[in-house]
């Protein structure tokens, strides 16, 4: 091992051991070893053993750690620590302006163990509540951390479709005689996609000159496919194409695997289209959107003309979960009131976090009725447009949730989550999860598994037993349309329809530009086939008192 290697093993120690809140004249010691040995002119491998610990701020402890790198190659105390630290805690020490004492306090008092969670807080103002951390530093911190993912390979389809879009124009702007149909998992509203595609009649040396100039990286070309990647990490593919065969690609481009082999089985395709739309003329069927070429089983809906008239974002008449300066959201109620009403809603429900989201400057319980005091006199000065009361209620470890019956009856409606002890088996995760939903004061369950695309895996659940409990509960299953939650995953939410669960698109929103997530959720929601009329956020007001008076009708008497 060379100094570099063996300076940088302990500065790494140094940092994760105050990570731990371990004695800090130990962390410093090696870091101040660090600091030396990055600074001698000449090689440890190279010097007698002897003279290593005679080397000023070395000494006799620091000589045999030193030693043990460069007989073995390792240091075994760093292996400790690295063995009991999260692999996203470590990954924080590659943010800048994160050091040891802030990722200590992130991760033992807010809890969180992945760069995603932090950025989600950082999103909630989850950080400025905390010491070291004021407006400026979670900034800062945000914009780290989303430079840092941006070179990571894999996007949320918030962050990448307008790059898309963009590019798109680029292209179209340079090479007009040429088309660019966008296609593949952007065109399918994936909420995670690894890679933009297109289908181009360009040649590969004129996407080649393009692309040079824009200093894109070439990857690889082939006969079908040329790919790049961009100077931030984006892979762009072109699947090349002439008049004739262009629409067959997009169409072959925009389905999932499995409906793709139950439309060739069908309809086998042939070399020429006019338009993408013909192919679903020939067949004699409705034409399938490229977001609902996911099941095979569309495509039997689509043969008795009996495709869903999905839900659009237009179709959005209230907000439902936001945040306001009561706990972690930036605005007054007042303000996201204000706001919503400019959008054209005609309801907004507050769903501040509870006293147990300490981290989020839960309610407790002589805040929630001074809530209620402002929500009122609102009411009174904004009619007809009404805000509901409404609370975050954690789910807390036994299943119950976190106020007593007389503090949630006084609730218009109860958003039930988990945000805490978030690591359990299927058994435990169930068994909390179905006490909430049978819990009579539950009106929602909020973002279910508690997943954040890319950086955290939802707790294990079996969905349709937690839906076939929402069902026999009168209980509603939110579609999180945070674009790094979107939790109810689409992909379930055809048997919660099936079963007559109520879902509700919800923005979870902390400012009043949250409000705008709703787009995202909207669209997950159209791969699963929702209706307006299946989605609690699209009620009329009327038909949201309705339904609120069927939730107070639960409660016991």
Known sequence: MNNSAIANNFSLLAKLMDIHGENSFKSKSYANAAFTIDKLPAELSQLPEEKIESIKGIGEAICKKILQQLHTGELPLLNEYIQKTPI???????????GAKKISTIWKELEIETIGELLYACNENRLMLYKGFGEKTQQNIKEAIEFYLQNQGSYLYAEISGYADALTQQLQAALPQNTFLLTGAVRRHLEIVEQIEWITTAAVTELQDFFTNQQFETLSINSSTVTFKSPHNVEVQFHLANTSNQFTKLFITSCSEAFLQAWQQQFPLKESYNSEEIIFTEAGIAFIPPYLRESPAIISKAKD?????????K???AIIHSHSTWSDGSF???AMAKAAIEKGFQYLVI??????ATYAGGLYEEKVSAQHQEINELNAKLAPFKIFKSIESDI?????LDYASDVLTTFDLVIASVHSNLKMSEDRAMKRLLI??????TSILGHMTGRLLLSRSGFPVNHKTIIDACAANNVVIELNANPRRLDMDWRYIDYALEKGVLISIDPDAHSINGFNDIYYGV???QKAGLTKQQNLSSFSLQQFETFIAGQKAKRPM
């Open 396 to 400: 807390l470890s036994d299943g119950s």
């Open 351 to 356: 769903s501040d976090h509870s006293k147990t």
């Open 305 to 313: 003309n009996n495709l869903p008239e999905v839900i659009q974002p």
């Open 523 to 525: 669209l997950v929601a």
């Open 315 to 317: 179709d959005i008449t």
């Open 88 to 98: 996203g805690v470590l990954e924080m020490l590659k943010i800048k302006g994160l």
């Open 332 to 334: 007054t109620i007042a």
């Open 436 to 441: 909430a939903i049978e819990n009579p004061y």
